[in-house]
């Protein structure tokens, strides 16, 4: 079946970098865009970014823009988040899903990301 | 940037009881391809988002068929015929037709 598993998140401080990576299995990884979305704390959902089917387009929010990277791996059906220069305020579960017709139609489960000194 | 605005915030339901929420953009959400990329997500306690609808309307497979979404431009109706104990959480609507992608703030469903 479908799957997408988030992995790498941890405790950083302040200024420093993170990779996440998300792992695809159970469709063909080349035929789908994939997203991250992220949820601080007690809080709603926040889109942070995404990548083509074909790598050709990037989509950043303003909040992340110039500090967080998105790239792929075809190779192992794998999608990364570079994030540089974190902040407390990114703080939050990050979630991979697959983009589909305009949806987001497979989440996985998390990964925890916190930034404090 | 499109911003999509729930209504209400939250949402106590009695069970077998029907629920409805609103979701308004702030521009049109027809996409130039002519289509509508409206979904609906729930989050049920301690769960990632789910996806329910997509493109206004269109159930996901396993939805049950008491989830119904409606609406058209930029006002937005998912419908809950008869709530169930399993539907409590919170309910996403969000637009897939422009970036930066955006979600609605949420709306709580809970039981009475």
């Known amino acids: 079946q479908v799957q997408v598993v988030e992995s790498g998140g941890g405790v950083v401080q302040p200024e420093t970098s993170l990779r996440l990576s998300c792992a695809a299995s159970?469709?063909?990884?080349?035929?789908?865009?994939v997203h991250w979305v992220r949820q601080a704390p007690g809080k709603g959902l926040e889109w942070v970014t995404s990548?083509?089917?074909?790598?050709?387009?990037?989509n950043y929010a303003d909040s992340v823009q110039g500090r967080f990277t998105i790239s792929r791996d075809s190779s192992k059906n794998t999608v990364y988040l570079q994030m540089n220069s974190l902040k407390p305020d990114d703080t939050a579960v990050y979630y991979c899903?697959?983009?589909?017709?305009?949806?987001?139609?497979?989440w996985g489960q998390g990964t925890l990301v916190t930034v404090s000194s | 940037e499109i911003v999509m605005t729930q209504t209400p915030l939250s949402s106590p339901v009695t069970l077998g009881q029907p629920a409805s929420i609103s979701c308004r953009s702030s521009?049109?959400?027809?996409?130039?391809?002519?289509?509508?990329?409206l979904s609906w997500l729930q989050q049920r306690p301690g769960q990632p988002p789910r996806l329910l609808i997509y493109?206004?309307?269109n159930r996901v497979s396993g939805v049950p068929d008491r989830f119904s979404g409606s609406g058209a431009g930029t006002d937005f109706t998912l419908k809950i015929s008869r709530v169930e104990a399993e539907d409590v959480g919170v309910y996403y609507c969000?637009?897939?037709?422009?970036?930066?992608?955006?979600f609605g703030q949420g709306t709580k469903v809970e039981i009475k």
């Open positions: 990548i083509s089917y074909d790598e050709n387009y990037e």
């Open positions: 969000m637009q897939g037709t422009q970036f930066p992608r955006t």
């Open positions: 899903a697959r983009g589909r017709d305009g949806s987001l139609d497979s």
């Open positions: 521009q049109s959400l027809v996409h130039s391809d002519g289509n509508t990329y």
């Open positions: 493109r206004i309307s």
């Open positions: 159970g469709f063909i990884f080349s035929r789908h865009a």
